[in-house]
């Protein structure tokens, strides 16, 4: 009996470095670590220096013939592009090295799909890939041609390439249509929160900041929370209860990258906008990571990019656990309300934060006194589940009420 195990696909990772002292290391680094999460090995790195990306090949005719020697020296499979390749990159690049060749978007897109496990999620990533491909197909010769003409000669009679055109435009259409109706369904669950009138705090962040791993904590969600990037993808949505008795929902988001393909961000357009319906981002930092700064730059790109403006903002310095003594800095997002340096996985800060969150949200409340006529005692009630009751009276006339709750309820 011989026994088997499955082979890890070798890559060799290439990057375009248009000026000194960019992140294109650091993002090298990151694709990397993307390889590791999609189970391959990566086995070397190549960097050109260029003004600009060449138009036909990505990197230049001398560092193709480095590539291709280097590919061919460490056994690799496949080489992956740092920046998306345009289809004509794409087939001349492997044209000339002779070998499968891949960009960030793939690798992004393939992680993506199987790390998503709702039907949403799933329809999500092949929407994305759908309309990453479709922009790629290119004619394969006359060989995969099959021409016809009169009456009776379209469809089997049309070329394979129009034909491939056709079926995924007709599948795209298909996916638009079933998440449109997973969309709808998506609104009515944010309108029932919005009846509430619980306030609703997003957690967001860059990929493996330890956004789960925070939300485990705080409400016990049991998310999956792996040291990988993109780890979970499907948001969860769990109810937080304050010291006070206040209550909030918390919703985790997929993880912001930077080169976030803009297809995912068209596809996972509802899953996103979790943030933009949120009264309060809650931004997860790695403080470990030495491109903290470059992470925050990204999440807030990427908002902007989702329209996302005029929130309140706690951001957490998280994974301050593993930071050394020489490596103690001031960290600070001068664009953020508050931040807080915290250790989701030891617990670390997490009682200032809390303290923090149910600040910012009373900041939306008004005190209010009040005298309810017994008739009227239901709207104590309300008041306990969703606002803040600090006391209450019961007197002859009624009941004597001492509470914090929202703005729109001054005239409760």
């Known amino acids: 009996m011989f026994e088997t195990e499955d082979r890890q696909e070798r890559l060799l990772l290439v990057g375009v470095q248009l000026e000194d002292g960019d992140d294109t290391e650091e993002s090298l680094l990151e694709l990397s670590e993307l390889a590791k999460t999609a189970g391959a090995e990566t086995v070397g790195t190549i960097i050109q220096n260029r003004e600009k990306i060449h138009p036909g090949t990505y990197i230049g005719k001398g560092k193709i013939e480095e590539v291709k020697e280097a590919a061919h020296r460490l056994h690799a499979d496949c080489v992956v592009c740092d920046d998306e390749l345009s289809p004509a990159q794409l087939s001349n690049l492997q044209d000339a090295l002779e070998i499968k060749v891949i960009d960030r978007t793939v690798m992004i897109l393939d992680i993506f799909a199987a790390h998503a496990f709702t039907s949403e999620g799933k329809l999500q990533v092949e929407l994305a890939q759908l309309k990453y491909r479709a922009a790629r197909l290119t004619g394969l010769g006359t060989s995969l041609s099959r021409l016809g003409g ?53 957690i967001i962040g860059y990929t493996n900041a330890g956004k789960s791993t925070l939300l485990n904590r705080l409400t016990g969600a049991n998310v999956l929370a792996e040291d990988k990037l993109f780890a979970t993808l499907d948001p969860t949505t769990r109810q937080l209860s304050l010291e006070s008795g206040q209550k909030v929902l918390l919703t985790d988001t997929v993880g912001f990258i930077r080169k976030l393909p803009h297809n995912l961000i068209e596809a996972f357009q509802s899953t996103l906008e979790e943030a933009k319906y949120a009264d309060i981002l809650i931004h997860v930092l790695d403080a470990s990571s030495p491109q903290v700064y470059n992470h925050m730059r990204v999440v807030y790109d990427t908002l902007k990019e989702l329209g996302v403006k005029d929130k309140k903002i706690i951001t957490l310095f998280n994974k301050c656990d593993r930071l050394e003594e020489a490596e103690e800095t001031i960290l600070k997002d001068f664009t953020a309300d508050t931040s807080v340096r915290i250790s989701a996985k030891t617990g670390e800060g997490m009682e200032k934060f809390l303290t923090e969150l149910e600040r910012i949200i009373l900041e939306g409340n008004v005190y209010l006194e009040k005298v309810f006529p017994y008739a009227e005692a239901g709207k104590i009630q309300t008041i306990r589940q969703r606002g803040n009751l600090l006391s209450e009276e019961y007197r002859e006339d009624g009941i004597f009420v001492k509470a914090y709750v929202p703005g729109e309820w001054s005239s409760l």
């Open 150 to 202: 009169g009456i009776g000669t379209r469809g089997p009679g049309e070329k394979k390439l129009e034909m491939d055109k056709r079926l995924i435009r007709e599948r795209i259409s298909q996916l638009k249509a079933e998440l449109k109706e997973m969309r709808q369904t998506r609104e009515v669950t944010r309108k029932q929160r919005e009846k509430s009138h619980l306030p609703i705090a997003a």
